[in-house]
């Protein structure tokens, strides 16, 4: 199961209806003391990024740090800076404009290199070309990580001060939707603390980091904390042990393999290799 089906299986697509609602509730009397993230929620709608969202009724009974979590990514694309959950939960005052009058606010500053900014910097696999070592993607390039030796990687980043740092998961495990996106939202960290230590070519998919999640869970261990010691000990080996450059000689032979992870990398599950394309 790949990173963005994952996440498929627990969202609610997005139709005509739903954005209407959005901006029907938000300009309806009983909501003009809006939150900053229902705010950004109504934007990320209105610009055609919200079609993984849930509801705006169900965004708005998830707390300030899921909702910070559901729009972390669309957000991204949009290049839409997220305040502090403690911000966030600050109401509209009667001197802040209001995303609904975003349009002609735009039409009169005249913002175009605002909105082809935005647009540049998407990562829309669509658009890609699939190469041996190298993703490209417009002006884009996205090469393929390979393990490094020791000798090629930062002071001090096998030594005990360099930590995974997984942020622990506080939400309900028994909901799956705070589950997927927190597990999207440390993936990414979990890929870079591998790269930083020269083991970027030897990652676990999305897909196993997620079933690595329950199957904690089943054991009653901390999932950040059992990433922490597995860091520690990949760390001890590394310092020892030589590790193949690259592991594999198979690449992907489609981008249906292959989601992005942040606008900075790409990962691509073929099953026996979990290959990391960066920019």
């Given amino acids: 199961m ?11 697509f997005f139709s005509v209806s739903a954005e209407a609602n959005c901006l029907a509730n938000a300009r309806s009397p009983e909501n003009q003391q809006q939150t900053a993230y229902e705010r950004i929620y109504c934007e990320i709608v209105e610009r055609g990024e919200g079609k993984r969202l849930p509801r705006f009724e169900d965004f708005k009974k998830n707390d300030v740090m899921v909702q910070r979590l559901l729009l972390k990514r669309p ?22 404009t209001s995303v609904l009058d975003k349009p002609a606010r735009l039409k009169q500053t005249n913002k175009a290199n605002e909105v082809a900014s935005v647009v540049s910097s ?21 090469g393929l990580i390979r393990n490094e030796p020791n ?12 930590l995974m740092a997984l942020p622990p998961f506080r939400g309900d495990a028994e909901n ?3 589950v997927q996106f927190y597990l999207s939202e440390v993936y990414g960290h979990y890929i870079q603390r591998m790269i930083d230590i020269g083991l970027g070519a030897s990652t676990m998919s999305y897909a196993r980091f997620y079933h690595t999640f329950y199957d904690l869970k089943v054991k009653s261990v901390d999932f950040s904390e059992r990433f922490e010691t597995m860091y520690r000990f990949l760390k001890k080996d ?5 590790v193949k450059t690259l592991p594999s000689h198979k690449r992907p032979h489609s981008l249906s393999q292959c989601d992005d992870i942040t606008e900075k990398m ?14």
């Avoid at 790949?2 to 609610?12: A, E, I």
């Avoid at 590394?238 to 030589?242: E, L, N, Q, S, V």
């Fill in 2 to 12: 790949r990173f963005h089906s994952t996440l498929v299986l627990v969202m609610l």
């Fill in 75 to 96: 957000a991204q694309k949009l290049k839409i800076a997220l305040p502090s959950p403690s911000k966030a939960k600050a109401k509209k005052g009667a001197n802040q």
């Fill in 122 to 142: 998407n990562v829309s696999l669509s658009r890609c070309t699939l190469g041996k070592n190298l993703i490209t993607c417009g002006q884009r390039r996205f």
């Fill in 151 to 162: 000798g090629r990687l930062a002071n001090g980043v096998l030594g005990d001060q360099h």
């Fill in 176 to 178: 799956g939707r705070e």
């Fill in 238 to 242: 590394k310092k020892t042990m030589a």
């Fill in 266 to 279: 790409i990962v691509c599950d073929i099953g026996s290799v979990n290959w990391v394309y960066m920019n």
